[in-house]
């Protein structure tokens, strides 16, 4: 299983970036996806999570209201479309998966450990 993030880049305060996932080895309609972020010497942190179905959707409080994440399991990719954005969004964005729990059931997660597949990160720079 591959994850491919793409969509980073150099923006000004306020303008929007959209961030895309692209997974290879599995069928999107089986794995949650999700979005986490890192900064220098920080923690990676969540940020966005949705379901295998894209009917349900779970955000950090930093983002929460400005950042939409979405799927299109018809074509394998995940996105994160950020509006508004921040100096403080300024950090290395990864996307991630997971699959159901071993009873099947799917589940929306916002720790890390959950996360079975990783990509590589994608930098957003935010100018002040």
């Known amino acids: 299983v591959q994850l491919q993030a793409s969509g980073g880049g150099l923006v000004q305060t306020g303008d929007s970036l959209r961030l895309s996932c692209a997974i290879s080895g599995v069928t999107l309609n089986s794995v949650v996806m999700g979005w986490f972020r890192q900064a220098p010497g920080k923690e990676r942190e969540f940020v966005a999570t949705i379901s295998w179905n894209g009917s349900s959707a779970y955000y950090s409080d930093s983002v929460k209201g400005r950042f939409t994440i979405s799927r299109d399991n018809a074509n394998n990719i995940g996105y994160l479309q950020m509006n508004g954005l921040k100096p403080e969004d300024t950090v290395v964005y990864y996307c991630?998966?997971?699959?159901?729990?071993?009873?099947?059931?799917?589940?929306?997660?916002?720790?890390?450990?959950?996360?079975?597949?990783w990509g590589q990160g994608t930098q957003v720079t935010v100018s002040s």
């Open positions: 991630a998966a997971h699959g159901p729990a071993s009873s099947g059931v799917f589940f929306l997660s916002t720790k890390l450990g959950d996360y079975h597949y």
